[in-house]
């Protein structure tokens, strides 16, 4: 039996985060929900996927974002095109290209940052769950 993956983050403004996430990363809106117990809240991913990603607003208690500079989302993209194609549509979806804390994902990656805070790393390179190929 394969596992699903759901990421949870709550966000400042949810119509700016889930626009930012489809145009930068193109991903699809696959589902949602509102006023659910006072909250709001959209996943986004792909039906091919075992993941997606769900942003929520609590209309009663609004939180406020803390991640981290090493809490991270990393998409291994190794074809050179692809990759520097999409660290363009994160620019232009309107993340903030930014130094990555952890100088590991410099040589081959690029980081950004949303609205809130939240990073994600665009990885030149291939992931394999093969720990001989994991860093050491």
């Not at 700016?16 to 930068?24: C, L, Q, R, S």
């Not at 996927?49 to 208690?61: A, D, K």
């Amino acid at each position: 039996m394969s596992a699903q993956l759901r990421i949870a983050r709550p966000v400042t403004d949810l119509v700016e985060t889930i626009a930012m996430y489809k145009n930068g990363l193109g991903l699809d809106e696959i589902g949602g929900f509102s006023d659910h117990n006072g909250f709001d809240g959209v996943m986004l991913g792909s039906r091919a996927e075992n993941y997606h990603f769900e942003f929520t607003f609590c209309r009663r208690h609004p939180l406020k974002p803390t991640s981290t500079p090493e809490d991270l989302l990393v998409f291994y993209i190794p074809d050179p095109q692809a990759w520097a194609q999409r660290c363009v549509s994160m620019l232009a979806a309107g993340f903030t290209e930014v130094q990555s804390f952890n100088p590991y994902w410099t040589p081959n990656g690029r980081t950004f940052e949303d609205r809130d805070g939240y990073r994600v790393v665009i990885q030149r390179a291939a992931w394999s769950n093969d720990p001989a190929a994991l860093p050491q």
